[in-house]
Protein backbone atom coordinates (compact mmCIF):
# COMPACT_ATOMS: atom_id res chain seq x y z
CA UNK A 1 0.00 0.00 0.00
CA UNK A 2 1.21 3.36 -0.52
CA UNK A 3 -0.08 5.03 2.51
CA UNK A 4 -2.24 7.55 0.37
CA UNK A 5 -6.28 7.57 1.38
CA UNK A 6 -9.22 8.86 -0.56
CA UNK A 7 -12.59 9.51 0.77
CA UNK A 8 -15.32 7.92 0.52
CA UNK A 9 -14.96 5.04 -1.72
CA UNK A 10 -18.02 4.79 -3.69
CA UNK A 11 -20.66 8.06 -4.09
CA UNK A 12 -23.55 8.38 -6.33
CA UNK A 13 -25.04 11.82 -6.99
CA UNK A 14 -27.35 13.02 -9.44
CA UNK A 15 -27.11 15.61 -11.82
CA UNK A 16 -26.64 19.29 -10.88
CA UNK A 17 -25.78 18.36 -7.57
CA UNK A 18 -22.02 19.14 -6.26
CA UNK A 19 -19.51 16.43 -4.70
CA UNK A 20 -16.26 16.94 -2.81
CA UNK A 21 -13.85 14.38 -2.93
CA UNK A 22 -11.19 13.54 -0.33
CA UNK A 23 -7.36 12.89 -0.35
CA UNK A 24 -4.69 12.40 2.16
CA UNK A 25 -1.04 12.14 0.99
CA UNK A 26 1.66 9.71 1.61
CA UNK A 27 3.73 11.09 4.73
CA UNK A 28 6.32 13.70 3.67
CA UNK A 29 4.55 14.32 0.04
CA UNK A 30 4.13 18.17 -0.62
CA UNK A 31 2.29 17.46 -3.53
CA UNK A 32 -1.24 15.96 -4.80
CA UNK A 33 -2.29 15.54 -8.26
CA UNK A 34 -6.03 14.36 -9.36
CA UNK A 35 -7.14 12.25 -12.35
CA UNK A 36 -10.12 11.01 -13.78
CA UNK A 37 -10.78 7.60 -14.71
CA UNK A 38 -13.26 7.23 -16.87
CA UNK A 39 -14.53 3.05 -17.56
CA UNK A 40 -12.23 1.38 -20.02
CA UNK A 41 -10.07 4.55 -20.31
CA UNK A 42 -6.30 6.02 -19.30
CA UNK A 43 -6.82 8.31 -16.57
CA UNK A 44 -6.84 12.10 -17.18
CA UNK A 45 -4.93 14.70 -15.57
CA UNK A 46 -7.21 17.24 -13.54
CA UNK A 47 -5.00 19.50 -11.73
CA UNK A 48 -1.83 19.54 -9.10
CA UNK A 49 -1.45 21.13 -5.95
CA UNK A 50 1.95 21.86 -4.40
CA UNK A 51 2.34 23.66 -1.26
CA UNK A 52 -1.13 25.20 -1.39
CA UNK A 53 -1.33 26.26 -4.96
CA UNK A 54 -2.68 25.11 -7.62
CA UNK A 55 0.18 24.27 -10.31
CA UNK A 56 -1.06 22.76 -13.35
CA UNK A 57 -4.39 22.17 -14.79
CA UNK A 58 -5.55 19.53 -17.54
CA UNK A 59 -8.33 20.13 -20.10
CA UNK A 60 -11.00 20.06 -17.31
CA UNK A 61 -13.87 23.16 -17.15
CA UNK A 62 -13.79 25.51 -14.01
CA UNK A 63 -16.62 23.76 -12.29
CA UNK A 64 -13.34 21.04 -10.89
CA UNK A 65 -11.71 23.03 -8.52
CA UNK A 66 -9.78 22.33 -5.61
CA UNK A 67 -7.81 22.63 -2.83
CA UNK A 68 -4.77 21.68 -0.91
CA UNK A 69 -4.27 22.28 3.12
CA UNK A 70 -1.15 23.08 5.10
CA UNK A 71 -0.84 19.10 6.16
CA UNK A 72 -0.84 18.70 2.01
CA UNK A 73 -4.49 16.95 2.14
CA UNK A 74 -6.22 17.89 -0.65
CA UNK A 75 -9.92 18.54 -1.77
CA UNK A 76 -11.60 17.84 -5.66
CA UNK A 77 -14.86 19.67 -5.88
CA UNK A 78 -17.26 19.50 -8.40
CA UNK A 79 -20.07 21.47 -9.20
CA UNK A 80 -22.70 21.28 -11.45
CA UNK A 81 -22.36 17.41 -11.84
CA UNK A 82 -22.90 15.85 -15.33
CA UNK A 83 -23.70 12.35 -16.70
CA UNK A 84 -20.13 12.14 -18.08
CA UNK A 85 -18.62 13.02 -14.71
CA UNK A 86 -18.96 9.36 -13.47
CA UNK A 87 -15.81 8.00 -13.27
CA UNK A 88 -12.96 6.86 -10.56
CA UNK A 89 -11.19 9.38 -9.54
CA UNK A 90 -7.81 8.88 -8.02
CA UNK A 91 -5.52 11.40 -6.48
CA UNK A 92 -1.60 10.61 -6.34
CA UNK A 93 1.13 12.65 -3.94
CA UNK A 94 4.99 12.61 -4.76
CA UNK A 95 7.78 14.60 -3.31
CA UNK A 96 7.80 17.06 -5.56
CA UNK A 97 6.63 18.28 -8.44
CA UNK A 98 8.05 16.79 -11.93
CA UNK A 99 8.48 13.56 -13.83
CA UNK A 100 11.83 13.65 -11.76
CA UNK A 101 9.41 12.33 -8.91
CA UNK A 102 6.89 8.96 -8.49
CA UNK A 103 3.69 9.76 -8.44
CA UNK A 104 1.60 7.29 -6.05
CA UNK A 105 -1.90 6.80 -6.40
CA UNK A 106 -4.58 6.13 -3.91
CA UNK A 107 -7.61 3.75 -4.14
CA UNK A 108 -9.61 6.13 -5.92
CA UNK A 109 -13.20 7.40 -5.42
CA UNK A 110 -15.84 5.98 -7.51
CA UNK A 111 -18.19 8.50 -8.39
CA UNK A 112 -21.97 7.89 -10.00
CA UNK A 113 -23.97 10.61 -11.05
CA UNK A 114 -27.80 9.45 -12.46
CA UNK B 1 -3.89 13.85 -29.81
CA UNK B 2 -3.06 10.84 -28.08
CA UNK B 3 0.49 10.96 -26.61
CA UNK B 4 0.56 7.24 -25.51
CA UNK B 5 -0.56 4.38 -27.17
CA UNK B 6 -1.00 0.91 -26.27
CA UNK B 7 -1.90 -1.15 -29.03
CA UNK B 8 -2.91 -4.60 -27.41
CA UNK B 9 -6.24 -3.91 -25.55
CA UNK B 10 -5.80 -7.84 -23.68
CA UNK B 11 -3.31 -10.11 -23.65
CA UNK B 12 -4.19 -13.58 -22.18
CA UNK B 13 -1.50 -16.13 -20.82
CA UNK B 14 -1.09 -19.25 -19.56
CA UNK B 15 0.94 -18.89 -16.37
CA UNK B 16 4.23 -19.34 -16.52
CA UNK B 17 4.10 -17.55 -20.63
CA UNK B 18 6.31 -14.32 -20.27
CA UNK B 19 4.36 -11.50 -21.18
CA UNK B 20 5.44 -8.42 -23.77
CA UNK B 21 3.39 -5.07 -23.59
CA UNK B 22 3.97 -2.90 -26.27
CA UNK B 23 4.15 0.98 -25.61
CA UNK B 24 4.82 3.98 -28.02
CA UNK B 25 4.71 7.32 -26.78
CA UNK B 26 5.10 10.79 -28.76
CA UNK B 27 6.65 14.02 -27.92
CA UNK B 28 8.83 16.71 -28.92
CA UNK B 29 10.82 17.40 -25.88
CA UNK B 30 14.10 16.18 -25.22
CA UNK B 31 13.46 15.27 -22.01
CA UNK B 32 10.79 13.25 -20.63
CA UNK B 33 10.19 10.35 -18.32
CA UNK B 34 8.31 7.15 -19.16
CA UNK B 35 6.10 4.99 -16.66
CA UNK B 36 4.90 2.04 -15.97
CA UNK B 37 1.98 1.17 -13.79
CA UNK B 38 -0.31 -1.42 -12.77
CA UNK B 39 -3.83 -1.47 -11.80
CA UNK B 40 -5.17 -4.54 -10.21
CA UNK B 41 -9.27 -4.71 -9.91
CA UNK B 42 -8.74 -3.12 -7.03
CA UNK B 43 -8.54 0.00 -8.46
CA UNK B 44 -5.44 1.56 -7.39
CA UNK B 45 -2.49 2.08 -9.53
CA UNK B 46 0.87 0.60 -8.44
CA UNK B 47 3.88 2.21 -9.89
CA UNK B 48 6.33 -0.05 -11.32
CA UNK B 49 9.03 1.52 -12.90
CA UNK B 50 10.65 5.24 -14.49
CA UNK B 51 12.94 5.64 -17.06
CA UNK B 52 14.27 8.83 -18.29
CA UNK B 53 15.03 10.20 -21.75
CA UNK B 54 18.83 10.27 -21.28
CA UNK B 55 19.03 6.53 -20.11
CA UNK B 56 18.19 3.89 -22.27
CA UNK B 57 19.87 1.37 -20.62
CA UNK B 58 17.71 -1.82 -20.23
CA UNK B 59 17.47 -3.78 -17.05
CA UNK B 60 15.80 -6.38 -15.01
CA UNK B 61 13.95 -6.12 -11.88
CA UNK B 62 13.09 -9.23 -10.45
CA UNK B 63 10.61 -10.82 -13.00
CA UNK B 64 10.00 -7.19 -14.80
CA UNK B 65 12.25 -6.04 -17.13
CA UNK B 66 11.84 -3.28 -20.14
CA UNK B 67 12.77 -2.28 -23.65
CA UNK B 68 13.37 1.58 -24.46
CA UNK B 69 14.49 2.42 -27.18
CA UNK B 70 14.59 6.29 -28.64
CA UNK B 71 14.58 5.58 -32.46
CA UNK B 72 11.36 3.61 -32.50
CA UNK B 73 9.69 5.84 -29.44
CA UNK B 74 8.92 3.06 -27.66
CA UNK B 75 8.89 1.72 -24.15
CA UNK B 76 8.20 -2.03 -24.01
CA UNK B 77 7.84 -4.11 -20.99
CA UNK B 78 7.83 -7.99 -20.01
CA UNK B 79 6.85 -10.30 -17.33
CA UNK B 80 8.69 -12.78 -16.93
CA UNK B 81 7.22 -16.58 -15.88
CA UNK B 82 3.95 -14.94 -15.23
CA UNK B 83 1.79 -15.72 -12.65
CA UNK B 84 -1.81 -15.23 -12.04
CA UNK B 85 -1.32 -11.53 -9.01
CA UNK B 86 -0.06 -10.43 -11.97
CA UNK B 87 -3.41 -10.55 -13.94
CA UNK B 88 -4.79 -6.43 -14.25
CA UNK B 89 -4.49 -3.28 -16.69
CA UNK B 90 -1.14 -2.16 -16.96
CA UNK B 91 -0.91 1.28 -18.01
CA UNK B 92 2.28 3.10 -19.75
CA UNK B 93 2.38 6.91 -18.97
CA UNK B 94 4.23 9.63 -20.34
CA UNK B 95 6.06 13.05 -18.23
CA UNK B 96 7.16 15.69 -20.63
CA UNK B 97 9.66 18.09 -19.33
CA UNK B 98 7.30 20.89 -20.42
CA UNK B 99 5.21 20.31 -18.63
CA UNK B 100 6.71 21.31 -15.48
CA UNK B 101 4.54 19.72 -12.65
CA UNK B 102 4.86 16.42 -14.10
CA UNK B 103 1.54 15.72 -15.64
CA UNK B 104 1.31 11.83 -16.29
CA UNK B 105 -0.63 11.40 -19.90
CA UNK B 106 -1.56 7.59 -19.84
CA UNK B 107 -1.87 5.09 -22.40
CA UNK B 108 -5.66 3.39 -23.18
CA UNK B 109 -3.89 0.13 -21.15
CA UNK B 110 -3.67 -3.17 -21.71
CA UNK B 111 -5.69 -5.63 -19.98
CA UNK B 112 -3.67 -8.62 -18.79
CA UNK B 113 -5.41 -12.01 -18.13
CA UNK B 114 -3.30 -14.71 -16.72
CA UNK B 115 -4.76 -18.42 -15.91
CA UNK B 116 -3.81 -20.97 -14.23
Known amino acids: ETGVTQSPTHLIKTRGQQVTLRCSSQSGHNTVSWYQQALGQGPQFIFQ???????GRGNFPPRFSGLQFPNYSSELNVNALELDDSALYLC???FGTGGLYEQYFGPGTRLTVT | AQKVTQAQTEISVVEKEDVTLDCVYE???????LFWYKQPPSGELVFLIR??????QNEISGRYSWNFQKSTSSFNFTITASQVVDSAVYFC?????????????FGAGTQVVVTP
Open chain 2, 27 to 33: TRDTTYY
Open chain 1, 49 to 55: YYREEEN
Open chain 2, 93 to 105: ALSESTDSWGKLQ
Open chain 1, 92 to 94: ASS
Open chain 2, 51 to 56: RNSFDE
